[in-house]
């Protein structure tokens, strides 16, 4: 996965919530701009996950795609 679609998606105005499909089936959702924060290198992202109290790294290789 490219990550520039993903910044695309994350600073799109007015925003719209999305889902990051990852290739251990594991979905997250991303309901607004502020459960994603993305590296300097655009490698990682990290994800508020959905009790609002810890976040998961992803790599964007393991990426498969966003919905």
């Known amino acids: 996965m490219n ?3 993903l910044e695309r998606l994350r600073t799109l105005r ?5 889902t990051i499909h990852v290739s251990d089936d594991v979905k ?3 309901p607004s701009p502020e459960y994603l924060l993305r590296t ?3 490698r990682s992202v990290a994800v508020l996950t ?3 109290e810890t976040f ?3 790599d ?3 990426v498969t795609r966003l919905t």
């Open 3 to 5: 990550p520039d679609q």
């Open 28 to 30: 997250y959702s991303i």
């Open 50 to 52: 959905e009790d609002g």
């Open 40 to 42: 300097k290198s655009g």
């Open 56 to 58: 998961a790294v992803i």
């Open 14 to 18: 007015p925003f719209e919530p999305f």
């Open 60 to 62: 964007m290789l393991h």
